[in-house]
């Protein structure tokens, strides 16, 4: 089982990025009846839920981002997105992607998101 994002870069204030999440080895009962999530991490501070998303679609997002930041998920290819727009510099930091299955909770490595102002 591996998670991995991909997406990430350098943008302009009020730009936008779309980051993926890819849980390689999830067997489709273990992918689709469980939630997913995008937490993010700015230097010198503590990792924080951004967004996560259920097997119903039900979303739910940090006070931060809602409007937008939206996250979405494909059960058939095992993927979980975050469309970000109108980014701003405090959205910096490395966004993770945690994925729920087999009893636990796998992370990957991250992506490294910068928003210049």
């Known amino acids: 089982v591996q998670v991995v994002e991909s997406g990430g870069g350098l943008v302009q204030a009020g730009g936008s990025l779309r980051l993926s999440c890819k849980a390689s080895?999830?067997?489709?009962?273990?992918?689709?009846?469980?939630?997913m999530a995008w937490y993010r991490q700015a230097p010198g501070k503590q990792r924080e839920l951004v967004a996560e998303?259920?097997?119903?679609?039900?979303?739910n997002y940090s006070g931060s981002v809602k409007g937008r930041f939206t996250i979405s998920r494909d059960n058939a290819r095992k993927m979980v997105y975050l469309e970000m727009n109108s980014l701003k510099s405090e959205d910096t930091g490395v966004y993770y992607c945690k994925a729920a299955g087999y009893g636990t909770v796998y992370w990957g490595q991250g992506t490294q998101v910068t928003v210049s102002s």
């Open positions: 080895g999830f067997i489709t009962s273990e992918f689709n009846p469980n939630p």
């Open positions: 998303i259920t097997s119903d679609r039900i979303t």
